[in-house]
């Protein structure tokens, strides 16, 4: 169904529309009514809150709704549980850049399953397209058995328009906008955490991403922050907010103070906690 759920409407915080928004709702309705979808209903939600509805910020509640997947119809916040998650979109089904994509998170579903990670896609393809091309995914990569992730269909594109994931100058064979690629990471406590936004012809790092979550997972439970090129078991800083008399306390296993030319004692680093 790929629709907002009424809890998710009230979830979302109003921004001021500009014209060029607004005219893309009005097209997305448009299309959606003239293709067999409840034209009045999604109507009325649009014009209601299709102006306010935007990619959310880090630190929002992720809003909630259902659509249906490639493993069947779900509510994401059921299915997201006490997990982090990930949700990322793609343009297009049977296309390369989304297969290699797709293969690369395929491949990398144990890392983020051993993280206490679920992750999903979304594309406005349908969920019969996912399911005939899933195994060029698998093929491309290698993998044997079930893709190990959903896939949501967003034929409608409401929720392309809703999180703001909609590529305007990417458009399919009927003159409407693709997705972009698109990547939220949601916290057990239902608020974002991460978003990143490639256009349509740049492919993701998932490598990166994955070294994204290893710092956010840390930084949530311990004081301390991640320097560039950070990865998993390399030193630390320590947050800025903790006072140098509660080191011993919180940093047992040491802190190295860095001298710079200001006098300041902030560079301060630890071994990963």
Not at 144 to 173: C, H, N, T
Not at 174 to 192: E, Q
Not at 212 to 235: F, I, M, R
């Amino acid at each position: 169904m790929g629709s907002f759920s009424s809890r998710a409407c009230a979830e979302i915080n109003v921004s001021t529309p500009e014209t060029k928004v607004t005219e893309n709702f009005s097209r997305v309705v448009s299309h959606s009514a003239q293709n067999g979808g409840k034209g009045s209903s999604q109507r009325k939600f649009f014009k209601q809150y299709g102006p306010f509805l935007r990619m959310p910020n880090i630190g929002d509640i992720f809003p909630n709704f259902r659509a249906k997947t490639t493993e069947g119809e779900i509510d994401f916040y059921d299915w997201l549980g006490n997990s982090w998650g990930i949700l990322f979109s793609h343009p297009g089904d049977f296309t390369p850049v989304c297969t290699s994509e797709l293969g690369k998170a395929a491949e990398l579903a144990p890392e983020f399953k051993r993280r206490g990670i679920k992750i999903i896609g979304l594309s406005c393809s349908s969920t019969r397209e996912h399911e005939a091309w899933i195994p060029d995914i698998l093929a491309y990569t290698g993998i044997k058995g079930p893709m190990p992730f959903p896939i949501i269909s967003d034929e409608k594109r409401e929720l392309a328009v809703g999180l703001g994931m909609l590529d305007p100058e990417f458009k399919d064979d009927k003159g409407m906008p693709m997705t972009c690629r698109a990547l939220f990471i949601i916290g057990p406590d239902k608020k974002m955490k991460m978003s990143i936004l490639y256009p349509a012809l740049s492919g993701r790092n998932f490598s990166e991403i994955l070294r994204v979550v290893d710092s956010l997972q840390l930084t949530d439970v311990k004081k301390v922050s991640t320097p560039v090129d950070w990865k998993y078991g390399e030193a630390c800083m320590v947050d800025v907010s903790v006072p140098r008399v509660h080191e011993d306390h919180l940093f047992p296993k040491g802190v190295t103070v860095t001298e710079l030319p200001s006098g300041k004692d902030y560079f301060r680093t630890t071994p990963m906690p």
